[in-house]
């Protein structure tokens, strides 16, 4: 990776897009420090702290939405704009068939979640303005401050959009998933510092500090090397005739990433499992959200046994979701069956297209409840050890690693177009 970096140096395009990330960069962790007006910061620390889905969103968004700055919203809407659009593409025909146009149609397609993105942050906006109102942050209730809020939010988070575009078109890696990077990187201080003041304060010992260590390094490795698994499904193509040419058999493979699925599924369950508890931010009086939020034997009690259990099972099932929505293995074996392509002992066609789904079904559950492992971590170390509220979760782990994975690996690329030797090697 280093060696990959250094190379990367040496040739003056790619030197260039690296001090233009590392610019738009500085932009951007600059607006995290600049407040939105009338708004106390401090009566939102425990809702950033929470392990809830605003926990989420302030974790991703660096702190911007503890300390309520213009950038609080961060990418979030365009997260979910992309999400909806990636299954809009599965429902809608048109957008499925526009999706198979090849880069023109892919830049529409973009520009459609671009789109779909400032039309949820208005509306996510509304809502944030809603949450921050009924947890007694916002210092001035009139009708133009609430517009200037509104407003600031959507603007930044449109500009946030606009900077990771550049980031994507002039410098290294895809802009979005960077700056995400980056935010979730800056947390890593943050969460330092709270472990020291828990041991100098006596809190933990230096045994539960060392078990501590151990247990991030190792989930850290293990989703290193899930991220980098992938089953590799065997196909062979037969020989035919191209006019006087006879050209041979020959074998390869379709690569399907084991952790494919693993942070949209994640972020499905969270959404799903915090929404009762969002709307109660929303009502604060309703029994009936007190009641379903809280109750003892509610799925939805945050950090309960019963939650946990939910959150594992609706994780699972949603990396089995989005895995089938996703590769199609109905298309799969067709397109094989065209191309003259075939599994080693499947028969063509309906056979090929449920061995795919087998294979995919038994990736998605592996994904799964590995992924579910990595996101109640932090619960459990919440509710059953003595390190309480840090700005760790499992989630994260995920998204660190694909960014820095897929970063280097078009580094790799540019390298090798310029006769380059990286970490491949």
């Given at each position: 990776?280093?060696?990959t970096?250094?190379?990367?140096w040496?040739?003056?395009?790619?030197?260039?897009r690296i001090?233009?990330?590392i610019?738009?960069?500085f932009?951007?962790?600059?607006?995290?420090?600049?407040?939105?007006?009338?708004i106390?910061?401090?009566?939102l620390k425990?809702?950033?702290?929470s392990?809830?889905?605003?926990?989420?969103?302030?974790?991703?968004?660096?702190?911007?939405?503890?300390?309520?700055?213009?950038?609080?919203?961060?990418?979030?809407?365009?997260?979910?704009?992309?999400i909806?659009?990636?299954?809009?593409?599965?429902?809608?025909?048109?957008?499925?068939?526009?999706?198979k146009?090849?880069?023109?149609?892919?830049?529409?397609?973009?520009?459609?979640?671009?789109?779909?993105?400032?039309?949820?942050g208005?509306?996510?906006a509304?809502?944030?303005?809603?949450?921050?109102?009924?947890?007694?942050?916002?210092?001035?209730?009139?009708m133009?401050?609430?517009?200037?809020?509104?407003?600031?939010?959507?603007?930044?988070?449109?500009?946030?959009?606009?900077?990771?575009?550049k980031?994507t078109?002039?410098?290294?890696g895809?802009?979005?998933s960077?700056l995400?990077?980056?935010?979730?990187?800056?947390?890593?201080p943050?969460?330092i510092?709270?472990?020291?003041?828990?041991?100098?304060?006596?809190?933990?010992?230096?045994v539960?500090l060392?078990l501590?260590?151990?247990?991030?390094?190792?989930?850290?490795?293990?989703?290193?090397?899930?991220?980098?698994?992938?089953?590799?499904?065997?196909?062979?193509y037969?020989?035919?005739?191209?006019?006087?040419?006879?050209?041979?058999?020959?074998?390869?493979?379709i690569?399907?990433?084991?952790?494919?699925?693993?942070?949209?599924?994640?972020?499905?369950?969270?959404s799903?499992?915090?929404?009762?508890?969002?709307?109660?931010e929303?009502?604060?009086?309703?029994?009936f959200f007190t009641?379903?939020?809280?109750?003892?034997?509610?799925?939805?009690?945050?950090n309960s046994?019963?939650?946990?259990?939910?959150?594992?099972?609706?994780?699972?099932?949603?990396?089995?979701?989005?895995?089938?929505?996703?590769?199609?293995?109905?298309?799969?074996?067709e397109?094989m069956?065209?191309?003259?392509g075939?599994?080693?002992?499947?028969?063509p066609?309906k056979?090929?297209?449920?061995?795919?789904e087998?294979?995919?079904?038994?990736?998605?559950?592996?994904?799964?409840?590995f992924?579910?492992?990595?996101?109640?971590?932090?619960i459990?170390?919440?509710?059953?050890?003595?390190?309480?509220?840090?700005?760790f979760?499992?989630?994260v782990?995920?998204i660190?690693?694909?960014?820095?994975?897929d970063?280097?690996?078009?580094?790799?690329?540019?390298?090798?177009?310029?006769?380059?030797?990286?970490?491949?090697?």
């Amino acid at each position: 990776m280093l060696k990959t970096l250094k190379n990367a140096w040496k040739v003056d395009d790619l030197k260039k897009r690296i001090i233009f990330t590392i610019f738009i960069v500085f932009i951007f962790r600059l607006g995290n420090f600049i407040p939105v007006p009338n708004i106390d910061a401090t009566a939102l620390k425990e809702l950033a702290s929470s392990q809830t889905l605003l926990g989420f969103y302030d974790l991703i968004s660096g702190g911007a939405f503890g300390n309520f700055s213009i950038f609080a919203m961060g990418v979030v809407p365009y997260i979910n704009a992309s999400i909806i659009m990636q299954l809009l593409n599965v429902i809608i025909p048109s957008l499925e068939q526009l999706s198979k146009e090849g880069q023109e149609g892919r830049a529409k397609i973009q520009n459609y979640t671009k789109y779909l993105a400032i039309a949820i942050g208005a509306v996510q906006a509304y809502g944030t303005y809603i949450i921050i109102y009924n947890a007694g942050a916002v210092k001035v209730d009139s009708m133009l401050n609430t517009f200037l809020i509104i407003t600031t939010l959507v603007a930044s988070s449109t500009f946030l959009i606009w900077l990771g575009d550049k980031i994507t078109e002039k410098g290294i890696g895809n802009g979005v998933s960077v700056l995400i990077f980056i935010n979730i990187v800056s947390r890593v201080p943050t969460m330092i510092a709270q472990v020291s003041v828990l041991y100098t304060g006596g809190t933990i010992d230096i045994v539960m500090l060392a078990l501590f260590i151990v247990a991030v390094i190792a989930l850290f490795v293990g989703t290193l090397a899930f991220s980098l698994g992938e089953r590799r499904v065997p196909v062979q193509y037969s020989g035919r005739v191209s006019g006087t040419k006879q050209i041979k058999g020959q074998s390869s493979h379709i690569p399907i990433g084991v952790s494919s699925a693993s942070v949209i599924s994640i972020i499905f369950a969270m959404s799903v499992m915090n929404f009762p508890a969002t709307l109660k931010e929303f009502f604060p009086g309703s029994k009936f959200f007190t009641l379903l939020v809280e109750g003892r034997w509610s799925i939805f009690r945050v950090n309960s046994f019963p939650y946990m259990i939910a959150y594992v099972v609706f994780v699972v099932f949603f990396a089995w979701f989005y895995t089938q929505i996703t590769f199609k293995p109905d298309e799969m074996a067709e397109n094989m069956s065209k191309s003259g392509g075939y599994v080693a002992g499947v028969r063509p066609g309906k056979p090929t297209e449920k061995y795919l789904e087998r294979v995919l079904t038994r990736v998605s559950i592996i994904s799964g409840l590995f992924a579910s492992l990595v996101a109640i971590f932090p619960i459990v170390l919440e509710k059953y050890t003595s390190f309480k509220g840090l700005a760790f979760g499992g989630t994260v782990l995920f998204i660190m690693i694909g960014v820095a994975i897929d970063t280097m690996r078009q580094l790799e690329s540019q390298l090798i177009m310029r006769h380059y030797e990286g970490f491949l090697k």
